[in-house]
């Protein structure tokens, strides 16, 4: 996809909340890119074009990036909090950009959250145990819908459809 096809179908609004936003913190900018490609790889390797739809794949993806974007911004930095507080504003600001309607917008925001608990929680372990950690709570995942209450599930992934696929 073009980037400039996707900055163009911006509002202007979004567009200056998103140069602010780099401008702001232009160190996190690199890492955030890397993490974001790298996520979208993963995701790809395990669950092919699924994690694009609203099922458990999706869910994955969300937590693990937001993880991986905390954990690329902290690296290096002492910093912990200013990285995940990165982490929720830029995909924040992603989400608002690139609106879903309900309850999608509600399961993204809910599992990017989950993403970045679990990076304040579990920041030292390993890729591979991160992985195996994220793939079993997207296998264990609750089926959400507008009447959900996400309160009680603040600390498990969460989708909308089942067998969701992307076309």
């Known amino acids: 996809m073009n980037l400039w096809a996707v900055l163009g179908g911006l509002r202007s609004k979004n567009l200056i909340k998103g140069a602010w936003l780099g401008l702001k913190n232009p160190l996190y900018l690199g890492p955030t890119i890397r993490a974001t490609r790298n996520c979208v790889l993963i995701c790809t390797e395990h669950y092919g074009t699924l994690h694009h739809g609203h099922g458990p794949a999706n869910a994955f993806r969300h937590a ?21 507080a990165w982490a929720e504003g830029i995909t924040l600001w992603h989400e608002d950009s690139f609106p879903n309607r309900e309850p999608a917008r509600s399961m993204d925001l ?6 970045r608990q679990l990076f304040r929680e579990h920041g030292h ?8 950690l994220l793939l079993g709570m997207a296998e264990n995942s609750v089926k959400i819908d507008l009447e959900t209450d996400l309160g009680p599930l603040k600390n498990q992934l969460v989708y909308i459809k089942d067998h969701d696929r992307y076309i």
């Not at 809910?110 to 993403?115: L, P, T």
């Not at 372990?125 to 195996?132: A, D, F, H, V």
């Open 64 to 84: 693990l990036w937001n993880y991986m974007i905390a954990e690329a911004c902290a690296r290096g930095n002492s910093r912990r909090e200013a990285a995940i």
């Open 110 to 115: 809910h599992n990017n959250a989950v993403g």
């Open 125 to 132: 372990l390993g890729q591979g145990e991160i992985y195996s």
